[in-house]
């Protein structure tokens, strides 16, 4: 008897002192990894992108019904929120930005599917709550696998998802990349010009985890998709310029502009996408550095609502993902975009858009419910436009 009490001690010691190695090992994962988000059974992996909710504390019930229909439609392993996930503006104090997140995480949490997001513009907008407090709150909820990542001056929220092989697989055979593309960009003059970028200290820290997929994947690139907020500045050297009058063409920057031929289909373009300034060459080194290390096939970006188009530029594909919300400016091709990744061929993937109308078909009630909130959605857009005119006009007169 006692020397079956001895072993149990023993037994039990032995595991205590094992312990600690274990939670060591646990914790040095990272909240992506610690996911294994891998290929099912079938080799096929599905991302569905969620771009622009845009909203407030009180975030629209068609917004939620959408959100959840299109998660009911696809069934996707992965999620990701491209930004603009919460409108800022709308929810200025610390508790009504925090009821404004959980009012979009409790639609994910219901359904328990991993979702990681970074942030847009609009996020932090107007708001008391930063991105790093935001992250915070995301991070209460076990379906959300984003990290802040590294710590960093000018941005926060840059990190990688390893897609594993399958569930019982440690082999990282594809890579998510989570880029800040920033708000706005502040010169050395402290002067705001225009939208923000990828900045340098994000690259940097992209380009050492990639080289070390890399090292690990036996000095083979880890094939890789992007998803930030913000288009690199490179649309516009895919793009077409036209003359004013032509077809389907969108103004930016005092020129005319249409899809090239190779763009893929279904592709649209409402609006002349917004990325930082053409002349800012650091808004460059983004799309450039990621060519130059060769893994990424895709980079895919909301920010520009009524935009939704795959066009190859120099062997990366910029991927425009339409926005879902209804409370700031959109059209009818409001929508979801999902990506599906097969094991069989890890280099290229195959995409999909859906429209709230090939969601809900020939619902009458929905679609009169559609036609108010997009009324409703117009006339907000309408108001908040002339708001920022007579804002601009006084700022311009008080500053003489």
């Given at each position: 008897?006692?020397k079956?009490i001895?072993?149990?001690?023993?037994?039990?010691?032995?595991f205590?002192?094992?312990?600690?190695?274990?939670?060591?090992a646990?914790?040095?994962?990272?909240?992506?990894?610690?996911a294994?988000?891998?290929?099912g059974?079938d080799?096929?992996?599905?991302?569905?992108?969620?771009?622009?909710?845009?909203?407030?504390?009180s975030?629209?019930?068609?917004?939620?019904?959408f959100?959840?229909a299109?998660?009911?439609?696809?069934?996707p392993?992965?999620?990701?929120?491209?930004?603009?996930?919460i409108?800022?503006?709308?929810a200025?104090?610390a508790?009504?930005?925090?009821?404004?997140?959980?009012?979009?995480?409790?639609?994910?949490?219901d359904?328990?599917?991993?979702?990681?997001?970074?942030?847009?513009?609009?996020?932090d907008e107007?708001t008391?709550?930063?991105?790093?407090?935001q992250?915070?709150i995301y991070?209460?909820?076990d379906?959300y696998?984003g990290w802040?990542?590294?710590?960093?001056e000018k941005?926060?929220?840059?990190?990688n998802i390893?897609i594993?092989?399958?569930?019982?697989?440690?082999?990282?055979v594809?890579?998510?990349?989570?880029?800040?593309?920033?708000?706005?960009?502040?010169?050395e003059?402290?002067?705001?010009?225009?939208?923000?970028?990828v900045?340098?200290?994000?690259?940097?820290?992209?380009?050492?985890?990639?080289?070390e997929?890399?090292e690990?994947?036996?000095?083979e690139?880890?094939?890789?998709?992007?998803?930030?907020?913000?288009a690199?500045?490179?649309?516009?050297?895919a793009l077409?310029?036209?003359?004013a009058g032509?077809?389907?063409?969108?103004?930016?920057?005092?020129?005319?502009?249409?899809?090239?031929?190779?763009a893929g289909?279904?592709s649209?373009?409402?609006?002349g996408?917004?990325?930082?300034e053409?002349?800012?060459?650091?808004?460059?080194?983004?799309?450039?550095?990621?060519?130059?290390?060769?893994?990424?096939?895709a980079?895919?970006?909301?920010?520009?609502?009524?935009?939704?188009?795959?066009?190859p530029?120099?062997?990366?594909?910029l991927?425009?993902?339409?926005g879902?919300?209804?409370?700031?400016?959109?059209?009818?091709?409001?929508g979801?975009?999902?990506?599906?990744?097969?094991l069989?061929?890890l280099?290229?993937y195959?995409?999909d858009?859906f429209?709230?109308?090939?969601?809900?078909?020939d619902?009458?009630?929905?679609?009169t419910?559609?036609?108010?909130?997009?009324?409703w959605?117009?006339i907000?857009?309408?108001?908040?436009?002339?708001?920022?005119?007579?804002?601009?006009?006084?700022?311009?007169?008080?500053s003489?």
């Open positions: 008897m006692k079956a001895s072993v149990l001690l023993c037994v039990c010691m032995l205590a002192a094992l312990l600690p190695a274990v939670w060591a646990d914790a040095e994962l990272t909240r992506p990894e610690a294994h988000v891998s290929f059974e080799g096929k992996l599905t991302i569905l992108n969620v771009a622009d909710i845009q909203d407030g504390a975030l629209m019930s068609i917004t939620e019904d959100i959840r299109a998660i009911d439609r696809t069934q392993d992965l999620i990701v929120m491209t930004g603009d996930n409108a800022g503006y709308l200025l104090s508790s009504s930005a925090e009821k404004a997140i959980r009012k979009v995480m409790d639609i994910f949490d359904y328990g599917i991993p979702v990681a997001g970074v942030f847009g513009n609009h996020d107007g008391a709550l930063t991105k790093e407090q992250v915070a991070k209460e909820y379906c696998i802040e990542g590294e710590e960093m941005s926060c929220g840059n990190y390893p594993y092989a399958s569930a019982d697989s440690d082999q990282v594809f890579n998510i990349w989570m880029m800040d593309s920033g708000n706005y960009y502040v010169d003059n402290g002067n705001e010009n225009g939208y923000g970028f900045y340098q200290e994000a690259l940097d820290w992209y380009v050492a985890t990639s080289n997929l890399k690990a994947n036996g000095g690139p880890v094939p890789s998709i992007v998803f930030q907020h913000i690199p500045v490179q649309i516009y050297d077409v310029e036209v003359p032509t077809a389907g063409a969108v103004a930016k920057y005092g020129k005319y502009w249409v899809l090239p031929d190779n289909e279904g649209y373009l409402g609006e996408p917004c990325p930082a053409l002349d800012v060459p650091e808004a460059r080194y983004e799309f450039d550095t990621m060519k130059a290390q060769g893994d990424v096939i980079i895919a970006f909301g920010h520009d609502h009524i935009n939704s188009f795959v066009v530029y120099e062997g990366i594909d991927v425009s993902c339409p879902c919300t209804f409370r700031s400016y959109n059209d009818d091709n409001r979801f975009r999902t990506f599906t990744l097969s069989d061929d280099w290229s195959e995409t858009t429209t709230y109308f090939d969601v809900y078909g619902d009458s009630l929905a679609m419910k559609y036609q108010f909130y997009s009324l959605s117009r907000e857009a309408a108001v908040s436009s002339l708001w920022s005119q007579i804002q601009a006009f006084f700022s311009q007169l008080f003489f």
